[in-house]
């Protein structure tokens, strides 16, 4: 948190209060007292509101959310200007355009217009209109850019509205509490605090409180913004951590898990893989022809048929030649 001392406040002039008969009595809590004529605020409860509004602010934009700064006051016109592109938020800093909340999508069509003309500034179309249309679109662009130059890259309504003055804003506070938007707002003595979420009691019309009041609240979204960023980083860190893990526990389990020598061990295990060795040697059936060529009587016909056993003619029964009977 950024560290503002009850010194910088005195010497910013932030205890100032208007004359004390244009003040609010509903301010009076915040009141230290009258002096020469005008209040004095009690610095103590300044500081406590800031402190609140500062830590809301910083949760805000650490979520994501967004702030539009809002300061007419020809104080306060660019230092809220300054502030709001320090810190990287939209800002309304000329004439508040009624509807600029409440009837958002309106305003939006004229963004588009000033955008468009900017465009065609930058690429030089524009030079193919006649000049008195070109003439025409410069005002219309400088009108535009006054107004709405703060907000045209603002792509939907904002999540915080930071005030200057809430008494000479009272349109866009208005418009803030119809739509459910917190207001952040140094709030003067003349100020009604009603509808003021965070209200932060001090001088609302000196260069010096307000350029250190919007300061505090664009640090303070700067913070946010800083938070956001390390919280994206340790997540985005982890998430990486826990896919790096996942990853090595898939290839951990790849060479430990027995799934991969399964059709080997199902080969050589499983006695569907032997059923035709076992069955060839085992089966009477896969036997009866080497059986039936051993012992059927019709294989050896030829040897035991009856006409090729039939005795062959005896030479010695045969009637000797009388040579041989000598």
Not at 22 to 39: A, D, E, F, L
Not at 153 to 168: E, G, Q
């Amino acid at each position: 948190m950024t560290q503002v001392t009850m010194r910088q406040m005195l010497e910013a002039g932030l205890h100032f209060g208007h004359q004390t008969r244009r003040w609010n009595p509903k301010m009076k809590p915040y009141i230290y007292g009258p002096r020469n004529g005008i209040y004095i605020i009690n610095l103590d409860a300044t500081m406590r509101q800031f402190k609140k509004a500062y830590n809301y602010m910083v949760d805000v934009t650490a979520n994501g959310g967004t702030v539009l700064f809002v300061g007419t006051k020809r104080q306060g016109q660019e230092i809220i200007a300054e502030q709001a592109e320090r810190c990287g938020m939209y800002f309304v800093n000329h004439r508040w355009l009624g509807g600029m909340m409440t009837n958002f999508q309106t305003i939006k069509h004229s963004v588009e217009r000033l955008k468009k003309i900017e465009a065609m500034q930058e690429d030089g179309s524009i030079n193919r209109f006649p000049k008195k249309e070109v003439l025409q679109m410069e005002k219309q662009r400088i009108k535009l850019n006054r107004s709405l130059g703060g907000i045209k890259n603002m792509r939907s309504l904002p999540d915080v509205l930071f005030v200057i003055d809430p008494k000479k804003e009272e349109i866009a506070v208005s418009e803030a509490r119809k739509l459910s938007v917190p207001v952040v707002a140094l709030t003067d003595t003349n100020c009604d605090p009603d509808g003021i979420d965070y209200l932060i009691p001090g001088n609302d019309d000196a260069i010096r409180s307000i350029k250190l009041l919007t300061s505090l609240m664009a640090d303070a979204v700067l913070e946010g913004k800083a938070r956001r960023g390390e919280e994206e980083a340790v997540s985005a860190g982890e998430m990486e951590a826990a896919m790096l893990k996942e990853s090595e526990g898939q290839a951990a389990a790849a060479v430990e898990s027995p799934a991969s020598p399964a059709p080997a061990a199902a080969a050589a295990e499983s006695p569907e893989s032997t059923a035709p060795a076992a069955a060839a040697v085992e089966s009477p059936e896969s036997t009866e022809p080497a059986a039936a060529a051993v012992e059927s009587p019709e294989s050896p016909a030829p040897a035991e048929s009856p006409a090729s056993t039939e005795p062959a003619p005896v030479e010695s029964e045969s009637p000797k030649s009388p040579d041989q009977a000598e």
